[in-house]
């Protein structure tokens, strides 16, 4: 085992060797300096960049709201927006689109061009809040008095106005000795003029000669009372339904009179328009010729039922 130095020796010589440590000069490296500026950098920066993080947080939060602003003007004026021409559908008496086309006295382009053109006289027209629907209807039914009702829908995602048409009931084509031809509805207005012989025969028309000298200057005018149109409606249904086959239906000039002819038979019958009550004259008529019939007469000429509750036959 060495043995150990004593210990005021060892002491001495640290004390030697700390006095020749101290007289050294310590003298600082330049790269030393760059590090510690680099440091002093650092850590500003990491001082400096939350204030900066959050303030281009907060312009992203704006560009991006105004982002979003833009987009939904963009799609609400989009939605709104609506189209530059119309769809035109018809309907019958009972709402349903199972019409018959030609009951219209025009094609459907020829209302869609026309509620186009009223349509185009506005520019407030072209979105669904300000659309003036009412105008719209009303001018319709202005230019086209077939048309007994117009209704219009603004569609909620479809950008075309959709309008629904309804012409008026037609009950019989009234002729005038001019030549000139006009389907009266149930209000006994003219409403179509030179109607189609499709138009008559879909609908199942009538059609009366008028003999009385009326005055029709255009579609829109009053042809006939609206109690003569009920009167012959009245006749034709109820002869239709006892089997007898109407071949004509003649106004005659100079009296309230009706002259209706059956087909296969000689006679006529004459029907006075100032009684109220057509069914008790078809009544009275019925049982006349059933009385005649019956004693193997027929009538040459005419069935006169015009004074209630007398009949005359020649």
Not at 3 to 32: F, I, M, V, W
Not at 88 to 115: C, M, R, T
Not at 163 to 182: H, M
């Amino acid at each position: 085992m060495r043995p150990r130095r004593p210990l005021h020796k060892r002491r001495s010589k640290e004390a030697k060797l700390g006095s020749k440590l101290s007289s050294y000069t310590y003298r600082s490296n330049p790269n030393d300096e760059v590090a510690k500026q680099s440091h002093h950098t650092e850590v500003a920066d990491m001082h400096r960049s939350p204030q900066a993080s959050s303030a281009n947080h907060v312009w992203l939060q704006r560009f991006g709201l105004m982002v979003l602003l833009v987009v939904i003007i963009v799609f609400a004026v989009r939605l709104l927006s609506l189209s530059d021409t119309v769809k035109v559908i018809p309907l019958n008496s009972n709402g349903s689109s199972k019409v018959v086309s030609s009951s219209l006295a025009h094609n459907l382009q020829v209302y869609e061009q026309a509620a186009d053109k009223i349509m185009s006289r506005s520019i407030w027209n072209q979105n669904k809040i300000t659309v003036n629907t009412v105008g719209l209807g009303r001018g319709l039914q202005t230019q086209f008095p077939e048309l007994t009702n117009v209704s219009i829908t603004v569609p909620l995602l479809a950008h075309q106005l959709l309008v629904y048409v309804e012409p008026t009931q037609l009950a019989l084509v009234l002729q005038l000795d001019n030549g000139q031809s006009f389907a009266v509805n149930e209000n006994g207005k003219a409403i179509i003029a030179e109607p189609s012989s499709q138009l008559i025969q879909e609908l199942s028309l009538p059609t009366v000669i008028d003999h009385a000298n009326l005055s029709i200057q255009s579609a829109a005018a009053q042809a006939l009372p609206m109690s003569d149109v009920t009167f012959i409606q009245t006749v034709v249904t109820e002869l239709d339904a006892k089997q007898y086959k109407i071949s004509s239906l003649t106004m005659p000039a100079g009296n309230n009179e009706l002259d209706v002819g059956i087909g296969g038979e000689p006679y006529i019958i004459k029907f006075n328009f100032q009684n109220n009550d057509p069914r008790q004259q078809v009544g009275t008529f019925l049982a006349t010729i059933a009385l005649l019939h019956s004693q193997n007469i027929t009538p040459a000429h005419y069935v006169d039922v015009r004074v209630d509750g007398r009949s005359y036959y020649q």
